[in-house]
């Protein structure tokens, strides 16, 4: 589909032909998908996330249908960045020379892992367009909280990895307290944010009486939470004045469009690549569809462009 309205955003510096990411953790490293469209008409992809280390994930079952998404409790298993660099660098580096921003995510169990997580990937991938860091992982140094659950903690997390890359630095955000953990981060040197991560959920199996996981809780992503992130985008984006990443139940054009009103200037489509592995790429198309239906020259027009 050919728009005739200007396409491009930059997401923070980090240049996209389009407004159309993938969430991390629900688009593999990109080359599964090769084969359901040309990967490289998206305007970024989201690695998985990564950590300096391997990480064995958890135990199965991770994942389980309820009623509008998943539940899932993968446990961020990850080969550790070395062995990441080492297996897909050659993809990936070629996504990124046919024109597709590779955005690598950086994740840890401390400040310290998250720091050791971003300087590995700086190190090893010239390659990527910049570094996302998941703050929406259990910081284990301290108990389990959440690295990024509180404005401070998000801060000192960008605070510390802020200074070991000069290429764009992104943060995915939980579905906390929005408003003011975004502002933490923008202060602290974050250069966009992603948001919003799943939200903490339950499924119970009646007649075992067991968690439909391997864990009590996990994370709800899909179709549920889309008004949900749809609200914290907009919230968000009165709070900063960086760019933001939508995310959060989009399957559609419509739904992307909704976060894109709302504030949000690219958007990672999810879960909906793992019931719909073409669903990116539709959103491509939607999307160049409606920015000619509405008029505008340049999708950076409607960015925010919501009325109440
Ligand atoms: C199976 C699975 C794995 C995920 N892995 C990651 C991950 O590694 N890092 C991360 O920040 N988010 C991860 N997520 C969360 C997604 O990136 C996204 O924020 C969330 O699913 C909400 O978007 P959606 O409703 O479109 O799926 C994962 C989600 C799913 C379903």
New binding site residues.
Partial sequence: MVSKARMAVSLGGIQMRNPVNT????FGYGWQFEGMYDVARLGAITC??VAAEPWPGNPAPR?AEVRSG?L?S?G?QNPGAEAFCAEYGDYLSGLAERGCAVIL?AVGHSVDECKAAVEALDSLAPWAAGFEV?V?CPNLSRGGKLLGGTPEDAAEVVRAVRPLTTRPLLV?LAPLDVSNIARACEDAGADALSL???VNAMSIDVHTRRSRLSRPTG?L??PA?HPIAVRMVWEAAQAVSIPING????ETWEDAAEMILAGATSVS????NMYDPASASRVVDGLAAWADEQGVSDINELIGAFEC
């Fill in positions: 969430a991390s953790g629900t998985k996330g994942v998943i899932n993968v961020l995510q998941n929406s995915k919003t991560n799943t994370g992503s899909g939470i995310i959060g139940g989009i489509v999810g879960t909906a």
